[in-house]
């Protein structure tokens, strides 16, 4: 009978996580993990047969943090406001996992930006249909133009680069919120992209 395993596979994620964590994706080592368990590198490879396969591992975990920093901006008076709040939160206090999530290119063990943000629409869609009273496409569309300007700001923030407060970013989220719902439902044919542009833009600057 082989002995038994020291480490269990969701301690290794774990401490997978806590070193992607502190030092990024790339830092998720063998010879990382086992540091962070202080043991050997062996009972890593008693769960996993290549690094990838832990890293990938840590990815959806990251992903279920990301999922529950949603989930209380959707339970928000505003849900919408508060998924944007809680996006740049996560950026703010998870930097290492935003950027595995929304700043690494598509790979084996991450989906990169596009994959993060399907995931995101997914999880908003059915809020966004029901309070702004859109359909499912018209919903997703609204949340890429949103998404657009707090992927900005989260970059901005794990860049080391935003210079803006956080009720300066929640002021113009709420501006352009407004501005693309009213939009969306006051410019027949916007949301699928079939709409005439020179007629309206000369009503507007009239």
């Known amino acids: 009978m082989p002995p038994k395993a020291r480490f269990q596979r969701e301690e290794i994620v774990g401490a997978a996580l806590k070193v992607a964590q502190k030092k990024g994706i790339d830092a998720v080592t063998a010879r990382e993990v086992a540091r962070e368990l202080k043991v050997s590198v062996g009972p890593i490879f008693t769960w996993f047969e290549t ?12 992903r279920e943090r990301y999922r529950a920093y949603i989930e209380r901006g959707l339970a928000g008076p505003i849900p919408f406001l508060g998924v944007g709040q809680q996006y740049i939160r ?10 595995l999530l929304f700043l690494t290119k598509p790979s084996a063990v991450s989906g990169g930006a596009m994959e993060a943000l399907r995931f ?8 966004i249909t029901r309070i702004y009273n859109m359909d499912a496409a018209t919903a997703d569309r609204y ?18 680069g935003c210079p803006y407060t956080d009720e300066e970013m929640s002021t113009v989220l709420t501006e352009v919120s407004l501005s693309i719902c009213k939009a969306y439902k006051e410019i027949p044919g916007l949301p699928e992209g079939d709409f005439d542009r020179d007629a309206i833009f000369r009503e507007l600057v009239k």
């Open 51 to 62: 690094m990838d396969q832990l890293k990938a591992q840590v990815y959806e975990q990251a």
């Open 90 to 99: 996560f950026a703010k206090e998870e930097p290492e996992l935003y950027k």
């Open 120 to 127: 995101s629409q997914d999880l908003a869609r059915d809020s």
């Open 143 to 160: 949340f890429r133009d949103l998404w657009l300007v707090v992927f900005s700001f989260a970059t901005l923030i794990v860049t080391d």
